[in-house]
């Protein structure tokens, strides 16, 4: 450590000795923790449906808001430097009014992953939530609080917000993303259990099969553990090597879709899986369509037909392309 009297030639003379073996005790720790980044760069678009709010400031302040607490807020432990934030979208529709300062609206979120070593971004997620139902007024801050409910709108950013970082934590570490559905979990009891507001939000509990109360169950779902470990396979020892080793990305993303299969054999009509496809058909059909290896492109299209039928002949397109 360097001499206090080093330091005296620069400090003003009101600083005591006192004072300055205070810092010098202190800068170790001020060290030992850096400053959080937070961990969302996030875009929301709020629109109106069927519903007529004269007041447009309204709309773009209840965006800036909602950004605002997902763009500021550090949701983890973690240090994210700018370039690592996961860049995520939620669109709100607004389609009820029940009555002033209470609102009732449609919501897809998507979030995206970079792929290493290209500027390709590949989505991770894609879900659309048929009902939030919050309370919202403009002087009032959106705020959250981890051990009591604080309001629906602030537990709704808050859920996505760990689902989100928990699927691209999965995508690096297998099963990286366990700890934050776990917070999402908190978030989601605490919320289903409140009694102290009108904002009362069937999402939350098990009444619907495409609810973010079921997708959350489907990723805590020891059942369907094979499709978080492939989702690993497929991005970390697929599309993140894809551009310097094809053939190996390949069948580690073949491999990655043997693990949707299983789980999709032991929860069939799975949420999670027909949110995978709907994300991941696009991609999937334009990985194996130029693979020179016509038996891989047969396997992967019967296995892809099986567990997605919806888009059969997408994936039949596969096999077809010279």
Not at 245 to 273: C, D, H, M, N, Y
């Amino acid at each position: 450590m360097w001499p206090a009297t080093l330091f005296r030639q620069f400090l003003p003379a009101s600083l005591t000795m006192r004072k300055l073996s205070l810092l010098l005790l202190l800068l170790p720790l001020l060290l030992a923790y850096p400053v959080r980044a937070q961990e969302l760069l996030a875009e929301v678009r709020v629109t109106t449906e069927n519903v007529t709010i004269s007041d447009r400031q309204l709309v773009q302040q209840m965006q800036n808001d909602m950004q605002t607490f997902l763009n500021t807020r550090s949701f983890t432990r973690q240090t994210y430097r700018p370039q690592e934030k996961i860049r995520c979208r939620f669109f709100v529709g607004i389609r009820q009014i029940p009555q002033n300062g209470t609102y009732v609206a449609t919501v897809r979120v998507l979030s995206t992953r970079p792929v290493y070593g290209t500027g390709y971004e590949t989505n991770l997620l894609s879900f659309a939530d048929p009902s939030w139902r919050f309370n919202y007024t403009p002087q009032n801050p959106i705020d959250y609080s981890e051990n009591t409910f604080v309001g629906n709108l602030s537990s709704l950013l808050t859920f996505y917000a760990y689902i989100i970082i928990g699927m691209d934590q999965d995508s690096f570490a297998s099963l990286g993303g366990s700890p934050y559905y776990d917070r999402a979990r908190i978030v989601l009891s605490n919320a289903a259990s409140q009694n102290s507001t009108n904002e009362q939000d069937d999402g939350w509990k098990d009444l619907g099969p495409d609810n973010r109360y079921w997708l959350l169950n489907n990723l805590q779902d020891p059942q369907l553990e094979a499709f978080r470990t492939g989702i690993y396979a497929y991005y970390r020892r697929g599309m993140d090597i894809f551009i310097t080793k094809p053939e190996e990305a390949r069948a580690s993303i073949a491999t990655a879709l043997q693990g949707v299969q299983q789980a999709v054999q032991r929860r069939p009509g799975t949420l999670l899986a027909r949110s995978f496809f709907t994300t991941k058909s696009d991609e999937i059909a334009n990985v194996f369509r130029s693979s020179p290896d016509q038996q891989q492109k047969v396997a992967v299209a019967t296995l892809l037909s099986e567990v997605d039928p919806t888009n059969s002949a997408k994936y039949q397109s596969i096999v077809r392309q010279p």
